[in-house]
């Protein structure tokens, strides 16, 4: 599963918002995108996380993991966001959770400028 940087823009939207009530075409007109194009980014935020490796194929390539002595996953590794986060990640779930959605988006990037 691989996020698009509109998504991270929606997710992090939704959470200013912080629980107050929305609708897709308020999001939308307020993010100057697209109701279909809001929706999916939606869609795609809910399947990424949590965890990322639940929707990553190990078949395609190996699970990113963030090199953490303390880690309990093995995988591809993947330099995390700042050195500190994986420890921070794992005292903190809704934190691991939004440090996820952003690695799916920075992985979606490497990813597509290696192709």
Do not use: C
């Not at 609708?23 to 809001?38: F, N, R, T």
């Not at 999916?40 to 190996?62: C, D, F, I, M, Q």
């Amino acid at each position: 599963m691989l996020l698009k940087p509109q998504d991270l823009l929606v997710a992090l939207k939704l959470l200013a918002l912080k629980n107050a009530p929305w609708q897709y075409a308020s999001l939308a007109e307020s993010l100057g995108m697209g109701q279909g194009e809001v929706h999916s980014s939606v869609k795609r935020g809910l399947r990424a996380a949590p965890p990322l490796s639940r929707e990553v194929s190990t078949e395609e390539w190996a699970i990113p993991v963030w090199p953490f002595d303390e880690g309990q996953v093995r995988g591809e590794s993947f330099s995390p966001l700042y050195r500190s986060a994986p420890m921070a990640a794992s005292k903190d779930q809704g934190l691991y959770e939004l440090l996820a959605l952003v690695d799916a988006v920075r992985g979606a990037r490497n990813h597509h400028a290696n192709s």
